[in-house]
């Protein structure tokens, strides 16, 4: 598990531009699954045939994270960019960023900016170039950068990185199906892209699939220094999502979920996230809707290079998408 997951975190794989993520997944999770495919928009979807075919599951988490786009060069060779999802520009700024070329630059806060007006038009890349000409010839307009890749092991099974969200995720989908000693619905594992632009992939993939039942792998936020009125504690065991600011969950789903954790000893949690949505609606919401829920990871600094998790929450996730995989609802 520890090894996907540094696997998954070492590529970039900002909105729109997942490739190099879809063809790390599918060769991890091709020897577990029946086939897999890449849908028009960059979905990637793996199928599973299941004891029962009366019935879908869709289980999905998302390739995509935040960056991102070059807008303008200025004469010395700045370069200005703007956003691909929610960035937060104080948690970016004076950290290393790099281009799909392997282009390296630092992220930079104009001088002299007051703390309230960081904002996106403050920031710009320094790549090292003295001119627009010589930046030119590395970056162009249009070229998409993010943080680059960072993973790191803290104390107590705790582990820091950028883009656990979704990376994480993703790697939990891929240990479920390594794991499942049976599957006891036709499953559908989906890949999705360009989720933090407004949970977009998931609604064609949704679509297409046609779930029964749907659930989501994302993170969610712990209990960070400062958070009040957070449900969710870090260590605190998978956190079942009661609701988030796009979906209400399917209590059927809620139930289920608490009756396998119950009956397998995963420690659990419920989690209400108050900002912030999730691939889960688009799967709630697909044809005639779906028995829809989430399984969250908690997850510290969401958005920041230095997300941080506890390995003990991934596991007990992972080891509850595995019991929905082998035993379904009923
Ligand atoms: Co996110
Ligand atoms: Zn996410």
Same mark, same amino acid.
């Given at each position: 598990m520890l090894n996907t997951i540094k696997k998954f975190t070492s590529v970039n794989s900002v909105s729109g531009s997942e490739e190099k993520l879809r063809a790390l997944i599918e060769k991890e999770i091709l020897p577990f699954v029946d086939s897999v495919q890449t849908d028009a928009m960059g979905n990637l979807i793996a199928y599973k045939k299941g004891e029962n075919s009366e019935k879908k599951l869709m289980v999905a988490a998302h390739m995509d994270e935040i960056g991102f786009v070059v807008t303008y060069i200025e004469d010395n060779g700045i370069i200005r960019v703007s956003n691909i999802g929610g960035i937060r520009p104080i948690a970016s700024a004076y950290h290393p960023v790099v281009f799909a070329n392997g282009t390296i630059g630092i992220l930079g806060i104009d001088a002299n900016t007051k703390p309230e007006e960081i904002? /996106?038009?403050?920031l710009f890349v320094d790549i090292g170039a003295k001119s627009r000409r010589e930046a030119e010839k590395k970056v162009k307009i249009g070229d998409i950068c993010a943080v680059a890749p960072s993973f790191k092991k803290l104390a107590g099974g705790r582990y820091a990185a950028k883009a656990f969200d979704d990376r994480i995720g993703c790697a939990v989908a891929v240990d479920a199906a390594r794991n499942a000693?049976?599957?006891a619905m036709d499953t559908y594992y989906v890949f999705t892209v360009q989720e933090e632009v407004g949970?977009?992939?998931s609604k064609p993939s949704a679509f297409s699939v046609m779930p029964d039942y749907a659930v989501a792998i994302d993170v969610t936020t712990a209990d960070a220094p400062g958070e009040k009125g957070v449900s969710v504690t870090l260590g605190g065991g998978a956190a079942i999502k009661i609701k988030d600011s796009s979906v209400i969950c399917s209590k059927v789903m809620v139930d289920r979920l608490t009756a396998l954790a119950k009956e397998n000893n995963i420690k659990h949690q419920y989690e209400i996230l108050t900002a912030g949505g999730t691939d889960t609606a688009s799967m709630q919401l697909a044809g005639a809707g779906s028995v829809a829920g989430c399984i969250s990871i908690p997850t510290r600094? /969401?958005?920041?290079p230095v997300e941080v998790l506890d390995m003990a929450d991934v596991k007990a996730c992972s080891q509850l998408l595995t019991a929905l995989i082998e035993n379904g609802i009923e």
């Amino acid at each position: 598990m520890l090894n996907t997951i540094k696997k998954f975190t070492s590529v970039n794989s900002v909105s729109g531009s997942e490739e190099k993520l879809r063809a790390l997944i599918e060769k991890e999770i091709l020897p577990f699954v029946d086939s897999v495919q890449t849908d028009a928009m960059g979905n990637l979807i793996a199928y599973k045939k299941g004891e029962n075919s009366e019935k879908k599951l869709m289980v999905a988490a998302h390739m995509d994270e935040i960056g991102f786009v070059v807008t303008y060069i200025e004469d010395n060779g700045i370069i200005r960019v703007s956003n691909i999802g929610g960035i937060r520009p104080i948690a970016s700024a004076y950290h290393p960023v790099v281009f799909a070329n392997g282009t390296i630059g630092i992220l930079g806060i104009d001088a002299n900016t007051k703390p309230e007006e960081i904002k /996106i038009n403050k920031l710009f890349v320094d790549i090292g170039a003295k001119s627009r000409r010589e930046a030119e010839k590395k970056v162009k307009i249009g070229d998409i950068c993010a943080v680059a890749p960072s993973f790191k092991k803290l104390a107590g099974g705790r582990y820091a990185a950028k883009a656990f969200d979704d990376r994480i995720g993703c790697a939990v989908a891929v240990d479920a199906a390594r794991n499942a000693k049976k599957t006891a619905m036709d499953t559908y594992y989906v890949f999705t892209v360009q989720e933090e632009v407004g949970l977009r992939g998931s609604k064609p993939s949704a679509f297409s699939v046609m779930p029964d039942y749907a659930v989501a792998i994302d993170v969610t936020t712990a209990d960070a220094p400062g958070e009040k009125g957070v449900s969710v504690t870090l260590g605190g065991g998978a956190a079942i999502k009661i609701k988030d600011s796009s979906v209400i969950c399917s209590k059927v789903m809620v139930d289920r979920l608490t009756a396998l954790a119950k009956e397998n000893n995963i420690k659990h949690q419920y989690e209400i996230l108050t900002a912030g949505g999730t691939d889960t609606a688009s799967m709630q919401l697909a044809g005639a809707g779906s028995v829809a829920g989430c399984i969250s990871i908690p997850t510290r600094y /969401i958005h920041s290079p230095v997300e941080v998790l506890d390995m003990a929450d991934v596991k007990a996730c992972s080891q509850l998408l595995t019991a929905l995989i082998e035993n379904g609802i009923e």
